[in-house]
């Protein structure tokens, strides 16, 4: 009896040591691939705190390897001594911000309008053009971010010219909803297709009609997922460099030009790139802070039937 009693109570501590060591193991891994996601945000921003010898020697750890200075943010006119003063650079910068927050926010808005009409109807509807059919035209949508986009550069820089969108906001805003709304689609289409259709079939039972049974009825459901197609949308265009270095000049450019412009015959301005890429960064850490929950039910959704 005594053996058996001793026998289950190894058992169990066998058993609990495994349970230990499995979540351990787990937890380092989840903590190590958050240092290496986190890590290039922590070299951005300590970067623009740090002066030329600093960031020629690669020290890393602020009050300990170097003190830390406003270089960066002087040469941006943003730092405490320089906020309260006139600032061409500051000025300059203000406009790029404005025109990316005007240019992405509006390019993902209508993406996630347009995406999400496209979705509901490949998910609630059949259609039949040629030999296409839903899969074929879903995969349509998404062929189109297999183009690289330097192929698109001529055409788009021939047509712009045409239509005298050159150097214009809402130029950028067509090309950039464009460019994310077959991921807008193929994000909503799993969204509807995961909410069941009695929903609607008792709208319309009840006097509804379609639209009706859409704005009312889905919509609120799926609001989660069109949240997270916007995140990712407003992230993409956000970050969107090429085409906005091919089709603007001066008064449409946008933060990421302005980053990659940090460069000279002396080289590349490490401090204040690294100022430029932090101001650019926080809104979007800001906006994914905020609507975290709808993130998170938003990639859910998808999964749960």
């Given at each position: 009896m005594a053996e058996q009693i001793f026998h289950d109570h190894s058992s169990d501590l066998s058993y609990k040591a495994k349970w230990y060591a499995g979540r351990a193991a787990v937890y380092g891994i989840l903590i190590f691939w958050t240092v290496v996601c986190l890590f290039p945000?922590?070299?951005?921003?300590?970067?623009?705190?740090?002066?030329?010898?600093?960031?020629?020697?690669?020290?890393?750890?602020?009050?300990?390897?170097f003190w830390p200075a406003w270089k960066g943010w002087d040469s941006l006119g943003l730092s405490p001594r320089l906020i309260g003063q006139d600032s061409t650079v500051r000025e300059e910068f203000l406009k790029r911000f404005t025109n990316s927050a005007?240019?992405?926010?509006?390019?993902?808005?209508l993406a996630v309008v347009l995406g999400s009409?496209?979705?509901?109807?490949?998910?609630?509807f059949r259609y039949k053009f040629g030999f296409m059919r839903n899969p074929d035209i879903s995969f349509f949508f998404l062929s189109q971010l297999i183009l690289p986009p330097v192929v698109l550069a001529l055409p788009f820089l021939v047509l712009y010219r045409s239509l005298d969108l050159l150097d214009t906001r809402i130029g950028l805003i067509l090309l950039y909803t464009l460019t994310v709304l077959p991921i807008v689609i193929w994000i909503m289409r799993d969204q509807?297709?995961?909410?069941?259709?009695?929903?609607?079939?008792?709208?319309?039972?009840d006097g509804l009609s379609i639209w009706q049974a859409f704005l009312t009825i889905v919509m609120p459901i799926a609001l989660p997922g069109m949240v997270a197609a916007f995140i990712l949308s407003l992230v993409l265009?956000?970050?969107?460099?090429?085409?906005?270095?091919?089709?603007?000049?001066?008064?449409?450019k946008t933060l990421p030009v302005m980053v990659a412009s940090q460069t000279g015959s002396?080289?590349?301005?490490?401090?204040?790139?690294a100022a430029l890429s932090t101001a650019a960064i926080v809104p979007l850490i800001i906006i994914g802070v905020v609507l975290e929950r709808f993130i998170i039910k938003g990639m859910a959704a998808g999964a749960v039937k």
């Open positions: 945000i922590y070299w951005t921003v300590t970067t623009s705190f740090k002066l030329a010898p600093n960031v020629m020697q690669g020290h890393m750890i602020p009050f300990v390897d005007i240019t992405s926010v509006s390019a993902s808005v009409l496209a979705a509901y109807g490949l998910s609630r509807f297709q995961s909410i069941p259709v009695e929903l609607e079939e008792a709208a319309l039972v265009t956000w970050n969107e460099y090429f085409f906005a270095a091919l089709l603007t000049s001066t008064d449409a002396q080289g590349i301005n490490w401090w204040a790139m």
